[in-house]
Every structure is written in structure tokens, then in C-alpha cells.
């Protein structure tokens, strides 16, 4: 064949490639008509993992499972705006590794409203300004996000999903490495770029902002200044990449947490977050999380944070395997009721995949 056969055949593909998609979103959309009908909600994390894990599965190459999954992610991320005016808040402004994380959950169709706060993002999906919101949790080198953990102590909000995003700190300035005296970042971004910092830019002021989208637009308009943010950033407001990947621990990965007022059906290969808090009594923590070891749940994570009402004491908020549907979780929960003042459920959620 010559290059203008091949050419063709492209073409003759490409229209077959709009038609089947056209045909998926006619079927999107009677769906949709139909979940609304039945007060169902539109998005469903269960169905959009599955369909992940089916395209992963089918896809034979040599299109590699990565480049699958953005392509089906944009599909579905377009559907979803069609079927419904889908808003989702964030941990803002423009740029941060939050909203990446959300572009990266919902894609690039639907709208993204930044929020100045952590907070705010509860409240806008709360007060149904936003269909959902998306929160930081913890980072593998800097630990738990503490300002998302005492709100889930005070709304009644589900966590319906998670995402992990490996982080890529980037060094972003006009200027070049040399020339730089003064560095704007958050607090946390320093921790996680330490070393590299003393290796290569030691005499550089270290500036914390409250973002690193604040950072970039402090950097642009400060001379010898530098941010350290994302390469997203750097599209964003058209400031030059000087260094990537400078994050002291290659692998290092943020959670994000997906909140909306409810969450969704088991999935298999699910994760159940609650809070609780324990009765004044010796032993009192270890009975509690030994009914997990009873019903053989393995636990994931554990964080402690006080409670605001009396000083000394404290609330847990606890990771665990399966579904609260599953009848060895279901048994579980009972069970810790015995040794809990107060219980709650904050989601039952497919696990993130990477």
C-alpha cells in the first residue's frame, strides 16, 4: 500500500471511530434519562471502574492500557456533561495538584470551581452548588491532610471515591537556575523537595504561600523568583520549566478523597472509611479494632484527632477492606458498635487503581 492508501484507510477508520462514539453517547443518554427518572444518581463510580477494568482487559495492543484509559476517560468525561450541567468543586485555585487530581478523576468536560478552602468544598457540595467535590487526604512522605479529616467529623457527606496521584514537583521560573534568590511554594511542597533544594538552590529564600498556583503568580511578578508546582502550572500561566521531577522521593503520591451526599454499590474490590469514637474504659481502643481481626478485614489505615467538645479525647478515623455491604464488614460494624460512643460511616468507595 502507499502512503496515500494508508491515509485513506485512516479516514475511512476515523468515521467509523465518530459514528460508534455518537452511538455510545445516544446510549449514555438514554441511560441517564432513565437513572434520572428513577432518582438515580448520574455518576456512578462502580460502573466507571468497571468499564476501566473491561477496557483493560479487552485492549490487546498495541495501544498501551495508559493511553486506554485517558482516551476512555475524556469518552465518558464527555458523556457525563451531557447528560447533566456537572459541577465539580476543589481545593483551588487553578492549577493545584487538586484539581489535577480532579481533571484526572472526571476529565476535561465538565466544570471545575475552584474553592478557596477545604471547608468550602464541603459546604458547595453540601448546599448542592456542586455535584461533588474533591479533597486532599494524605501524603505518602507528609502524612494526613488533618483540615479534611475534622470536616468529615462535622457533615454528613460520603465519601463515593478516591484517586491517587503521584506527585511531580517541578521548578518554575523566567528566570534560569543561577539567577534565582527567592523560591514560593507551600510548606509541605518544601518538605517533600528538601534535599534537592540544599544540592542545587541552597541560598534561595524559601517564600510559603497558602498554594502552588498562588506560587507561580507570586514568581512571575517577583524578580529572581521561582515556583515549585506542576507541570500543569507551567501550561497554565506560561512560566518556563527549569527542573523536573525534584521531589526527593520518586513515588510520592497524594489521596484525594471524591464527596458527594451519598456513595455507591460494592464493586468487589472495595475500601470503607468511618469514624468512631470509644468508650472511657481500659482496652477500650483495642477491643474496638480487634472485631476487624475477628471477621478477618484487613485494616489500612488508622488516624487519631481530637474531638472539639472536651479536651483529651479523640476520634478515630479508620480505612478498611470491602464494602459495608459485604456481610463480614456489616458483621464488623455491629460488633464495634459495642465498644463506640458514636459511629459513623463516612463512604463505602471502589479502590483507586493506579
Not at 475524556?74 to 476543589?90: H, N, Q
Request: charge should be negative.
Amino acid at each position: 500500500m502507499s502512503l496515500e492508501d494508508f491515509r485513506k484507510n485512516i479516514d475511512q477508520l476515523d468515521e467509523k471511530i465518530i459514528q460508534l462514539l455518537n452511538e455510545r453517547i445516544d446510549v449514555v443518554l438514554r441511560i441517564g434519562e432513565e437513572k434520572k427518572s428513577n432518582g438515580e444518581e448520574v455518576y456512578v463510580p462502580a460502573r466507571e471502574q468497571a468499564v476501566f477494568e473491561k477496557i483493560n482487559k479487552i485492549n490487546k495492543g498495541p495501544l498501551p492500557s495508559k493511553a486506554a484509559h485517558a482516551i476512555y476517560r475524556e469518552i465518558m468525561s464527555a458523556a457525563l456533561a451531557l447528560e447533566t450541567e456537572m459541577k465539580i468543586a476543589y481545593l483551588g485555585p487553578e492549577a493545584t495538584f487538586t484539581h489535577q487530581a480532579a481533571r484526572n478523576k472526571f476529565g476535561s468536560s465538565v466544570q471545575y470551581i475552584p474553592s478557596a478552602t477545604i471547608s468550602e468544598v464541603f459546604s458547595n457540595v453540601q448546599n448542592g452548588s456542586v455535584n461533588y467535590g474533591v479533597v486532599p487526604i494524605e501524603n505518602s512522605t507528609e502524612g494526613a491532610v488533618t483540615h479534611t479529616f475534622d470536616q468529615f467529623a462535622t457533615t454528613p457527606l460520603k465519601i463515593c471515591a478516591e484517586i491517587f496521584l503521584p506527585i511531580s514537583l517541578t521548578l518554575l521560573s523566567n528566570e534560569p537556575i543561577e539567577k534565582i534568590s527567592q523560591i514560593f511554594s507551600k510548606q509541605e511542597v518544601f518538605g517533600q523537595c528538601r534535599n534537592w533544594l540544599n544540592n542545587n538552590i541552597k541560598t534561595a529564600k524559601l517564600s510559603p504561600t497558602e498554594s502552588t498556583t498562588q506560587a507561580v503568580q507570586l514568581a512571575l511578578k517577583t524578580p529572581g523568583a521561582a515556583a515549585i508546582a506542576s507541570t500543569m502550572a507551567s501550561d497554565l500561566y506560561e512560566i518556563k520549566i527549569q527542573a523536573k521531577n525534584i521531589q526527593d522521593i520518586q513515588g510520592n503520591t497524594t489521596r484525594f478523597l471524591v464527596i458527594a451526599p451519598t456513595h455507591g454499590p460494592a464493586t468487589g474490590n472495595d475500601r470503607t472509611s468511618i469514624v468512631f469514637g470509644i468508650k472511657h474504659k481500659i482496652g477500650a481502643l483495642f477491643d474496638a479494632l480487634a472485631v476487624f481481626k475477628q471477621e478477618q478485614i484487613n485494616m489500612s489505615k488508622i488516624e487519631s484527632r481530637p474531638t472539639r467538645n472536651r479536651h483529651w479525647e479523640y476520634l478515630f478515623f479508620v480505612d478498611i477492606d470491602g464494602h459495608i455491604d459485604d456481610t463480614p464488614v456489616a458483621s464488623a460494624l455491629e460488633k464495634l458498635q459495642e465498644h463506640c460512643a458514636l459511629i459513623t460511616i463516612l463512604g463505602s468507595y471502589p479502590k483507586a487503581t493506579f
